[in-house]
Each structure stands twice: as structure tokens, then as C-alpha cells.
């Protein structure tokens, strides 16, 4: 997807972006396109753009997997944000 490319680049904001996109255009997000995002501010190091991706997971239902929060909590150990990674269990 074109998330996930940005991800692998290093573009964690032009993810976030297409998010937004998406939102605008009524697109369907799915756990695969919102792991995208979560793992590419991950990479960057941006907990909490990772962790406002996994909370807006919840909000348009749709449930976290093991690579969701794998990534959150990745990016919260790379923010040293360990207490905020034990939230969310």
C-alpha cells in the first residue's frame, strides 16, 4: 500500500497524510493500512503519532493485532515512554 511505502521511506508524514485522505474520501482503513501507519511513525521514532493511529483504531472499531501493537509499543520503547506502552494492555 501506500502507506506501508511510506514507511519504508521514512515518510511517516506523508502516511499520516494519506490517512487523512482516506478519512476525507470515506475510504475504508483495515488493521493492514493502519499497521502501515503505526509502523511507519514507529520507525521515525514518533510515539505519539503511532499511539494516536492505535487509539483511532479503536474509535472506528477495528480491532489491534500483534503487529499493531508490536509497532506501538516499539515506538514507545524508541520515545523511552515504557509506562505508556504498559497502557495499552
Known amino acids: 500500500s501506500a502507506i506501508n511505502a511510506c514507511g519504508k521511506a521514512a515518510e511517516w ?3 499520516i497524510a494519506l490517512f487523512a485522505d482516506m478519512g476525507r474520501a470515506a475510504a475504508e482503513s483495515d488493521v493492514i493500512t493502519f499497521g502501515s501507519g503505526i509502523s511507519a511513525c514507529e520507525k521515525a521514532a514518533e510515539w505519539r503519532q503511532a499511539l494516536a493511529l492505535f487509539v483511532t483504531m479503536g ?3 477495528i480491532k489491534p493485532n500483534i503487529i499493531t501493537y508490536s509497532s506501538a509499543i516499539s515506538a514507545c ?9 504498559l497502557d495499552l494492555f
Do not use: M
Open 59 to 61: 474509535h472506528v472499531v
Open 13 to 15: 508524514q506523508h502516511a
Open 77 to 85: 520503547e524508541k520515545g523511552a515512554e515504557w509506562r505508556t506502552a
